[in-house]
């Protein structure tokens, strides 16, 4: 098993920055590539950004390139999203990941094993 803990969140303005935080405990967090998704109000939840078990290689979706920053310290268990630039359509509640290690797919929810419980970001216009 693997906890998850999003941190980070809050009210922000148009333009505004947030980092989320992700602790990881449980089984080597090193193990397992991370993803970043969210989920606003009616909608389905949506790939946002992952980044492999090195750190080296990261993804991203096209609405949040050159805005978001995915990373990672793997000797503090932590996977990080610095948000940039916000726009009131990153409004949604963000959860982190942890991929399964025998998945080769980076965006579909169903290609992670395990939850965060979620952490409001909105973002006012």
């Known amino acids: 098993q693997v906890q998850l803990v999003e941190s980070g969140g809050g009210l922000v303005q148009a333009g505004g920055s947030v980092r989320l935080s992700c602790a990881a405990s449980?089984?080597?967090?090193?193990?397992?590539?991370m993803g970043w998704f969210r989920q606003a109000p009616g909608k389905e939840r949506e790939f946002v950004a992952a980044i492999s078990r090195g750190g080296f290689n990261r993804y991203y979706t096209d609405s949040v390139k050159g805005r978001f920053t995915i990373s990672r310290d793997n000797a503090k268990n932590t996977v990080y999203l610095q948000m940039n630039s916000l726009k009131p359509e990153d409004t949604a509640v963000y959860y982190c990941a942890a991929q399964n290690p025998l998945s080769r797919t980076y965006y579909t929810a169903d290609e992670y094993d395990y939850w965060g419980q979620g952490t409001q970001v909105t973002v006012s216009s």
């Open positions: 449980g089984r080597t967090f090193r193990n397992y590539a």
